[in-house]
């Protein structure tokens, strides 16, 4: 079962309304969201998809203390593995995207 509810509220022309508390986590980190439209296999196949690689290819035997080491280690690994790859769909670098 999808989450979604949690943090968004509904949709309007396009345009994700998201939860209360959802709008003021994501403002104060600076995040940019993407969601996925509700029941569309494809693009949430996309997401989960990337997760796994993530999953299995960055975090298994990797050991960090603080945060801060993690996300060095995640944008050094980004830059040289993740974004490095060619995607076999599009034919591009996660690096253009």
């Known amino acids: 079962m999808d989450q979604d509810s949690i943090i968004v509220v509904s949709e309007n022309k396009g345009d994700i309304i998201f939860t209360h508390e959802f709008e003021q986590f994501k403002n104060q980190m600076g ?9 569309d296999p494809e693009s949430k196949g996309m997401v989960e998809s990337t997760v796994k690689f993530v999953k299995r ?9 603080e945060e801060e080491d993690l996300n060095e280690s995640f944008l050094a690994w980004l830059a040289r593995t993740g ?4 995607h076999g769909t599009t034919k591009s670098t996660g690096s253009s995207v």
């Open 31 to 39: 995040l940019n969201i993407w969601v996925c439209h509700k029941a």
């Open 83 to 86: 974004n490095a790859k060619v």
């Open 57 to 65: 290819n960055f975090l298994p035997h990797r050991f960090f203390m």
